[in-house]
């Protein structure tokens, strides 16, 4: 394989671009790299990042602007290479820890601060993470719009509370652009800073023997028929009641939502009651114990009365 197909082989994972470093690195020199652009084979975007070979375009532009600056695709470019909805692939914005001259055409910001967890791949591009671009593009749109995207990420599954809780605790800084919007974002929806499900359920588990009841059982199968309905994290079998313990990336996205309600209204219907324990549940348990004692004697009621089996 000569110097040009390994170079065209190499632009092809990128949209078709190439650094002037890896040109070297793959056999070719200046003299080399200046005869290819002259003669339209190469195309010089921008300075050090050429096009080979393929029809301009944006994700092209992008690859271009980004091989140039040392730096990964930012704020709408982001977004539009992470697919967030309502974004289109317009604008050039690149993030850098370079120091470089302006590039045409394209929104280059300079910063000292980010973090490797804060970049990730798209579409064969460095950008920033979805919880960053999200960050980022709140220092740029207002409140409403901020707070929307947030939802619909969160519903994607494109970013977790965890996440956005760390931004908001590292990267959110007063004077650093979006940080009030995106703090009062977090705040308005009222995303709690997530417990570790098995925290939770160990949390649920403490709160219910220290207050005098019977130790639950854990994670055990509900079947009814044959048919499996279930595995609660903690409960009474022999009164058919399951206790869930319930965070909030449990139900971060609209697909788990519809699934842990299918499987709810599969256990009610046959009988099952069904208790939810909380993160509020974990700082305050009084109205949890409560139920969790009328759901008791309710199921006691009616095994008693004939109307319920024993499970």
């Known amino acids: 394989m000569d110097a040009d197909q390994r170079c065209r082989q190499i632009a092809a994972e990128r949209h078709g671009v190439i650094s002037r470093g890896e ?31 393929g029809d301009e375009s944006w994700s092209r532009n992008l690859a271009g602007a980004c091989v140039s600056a040392k ?22 914005e690149v993030i850098t820890t370079c120091r470089i001259r302006p590039l045409l055409s394209v929104d280059v910001h300079h910063t000292c601060y980010l973090p490797e967890d804060h970049l990730t791949m798209a579409d064969g591009l460095p950008t920033t993470s979805p919880a960053r671009t999200l960050f ?32 908001l605790g590292h990267t959110a800084r007063s004077g650093r652009p979006g940080s009030a919007i995106f703090r009062r974002v977090i705040a308005d929806l009222g995303i709690d800073h997530p417990i570790p499900a098995s925290f939770l359920e160990d949390r649920a588990y403490e709160v219910i023997v220290a207050a005098g009841f019977p130790a639950p059982i854990r994670q055990f199968d509900v079947r009814v028929g044959g048919v499996f309905l279930g595995r609660p994290d903690l409960g009474y079998p022999s ?27 599969g256990l009610v219907s046959h009988g099952w009651i069904v208790l939810r324990f909380t993160a509020r549940d974990a700082e305050r348990p009084l109205r949890f114990l409560i139920e969790l004692e009328r759901a008791i004697e309710r199921a006691r009621r009616l095994i008693a009365a004939g109307i319920r089996p024993a499970v």
């Open 23 to 53: 040109a070297y690195e793959n056999g070719h020199d200046s003299r080399s790299i200046a005869t290819r652009v002259k003669s339209g084979e190469w195309k010089e975007l921008y300075p050090n990042a050429f096009g080979i070979g």
């Open 239 to 265: 009164l058919g009641i399951c206790i869930e313990a319930d965070g909030w990336d449990s139900h971060r996205s609209k697909i788990r939502f519809l699934d842990d309600r299918a499987r709810q209204n």
């Open 71 to 92: 730096g990964a695709a930012f704020r709408r470019s982001a977004a539009a290479l992470q697919k967030f909805p309502g974004i289109r692939p317009r604008e050039l």
């Open 136 to 167: 980022d593009m709140s220092g740029i749109c207002g409140f409403r719009w901020t707070r929307g995207l947030t939802l619909a990420l969160l519903e994607k599954d494109l970013v977790t509370p965890t996440e956005l809780h760390e931004l």
